[in-house]
C-alpha cells in the first residue's frame, strides 16, 4: 500500500483536525512529522498522508466549498 501527501502544515494540530475529518469518513491516514521545527523548538510542521486509492476523495473532503 501506498501513501500520498495531500497537505503540509506548519502546526500538527491542523494536521490532527484534518485527520479526525478522513477518520469520520473511514479513509486511513497517519501525520508524519516533518522540517527542523521540531528540533529547534519552532513548532511543529506535519504531513497528512492517505492511501494512493483514497487521494481524491480526501482532497475533496478537505478543499474549501465553492462559492
Same mark, same amino acid.
Given at each position: 500500500? @501506498?501513501?500520498i501527501t495531500i497537505r503540509t502544515?506548519? *502546526?500538527r494540530w491542523e494536521a490532527e483536525?484534518?485527520?479526525? &475529518?478522513? @477518520?469520520?469518513? #473511514? &479513509? /486511513? @491516514?497517519?501525520?508524519?512529522?516533518?522540517?527542523l521545527g521540531i528540533y529547534c523548538?519552532?513548532? @511543529?510542521?506535519? *504531513?497528512?498522508?492517505?492511501?494512493?486509492? #483514497?487521494?481524491?476523495?480526501?482532497?475533496?473532503?478537505?478543499?474549501? /466549498?465553492? #462559492?
Amino acid at each position: 500500500m @501506498s501513501w500520498i501527501t495531500i497537505r503540509t502544515t506548519s *502546526a500538527r494540530w491542523e494536521a490532527e483536525l484534518m485527520q479526525q &475529518i478522513l @477518520s469520520a469518513y #473511514d &479513509i /486511513p @491516514s497517519r501525520v508524519l512529522d516533518i522540517g527542523l521545527g521540531i528540533y529547534c523548538g519552532q513548532g @511543529s510542521q506535519a *504531513a497528512l498522508q492517505v492511501r494512493s486509492c #483514497d487521494q481524491w476523495t480526501a482532497l475533496l473532503l478537505l478543499s474549501f /466549498p465553492e #462559492d
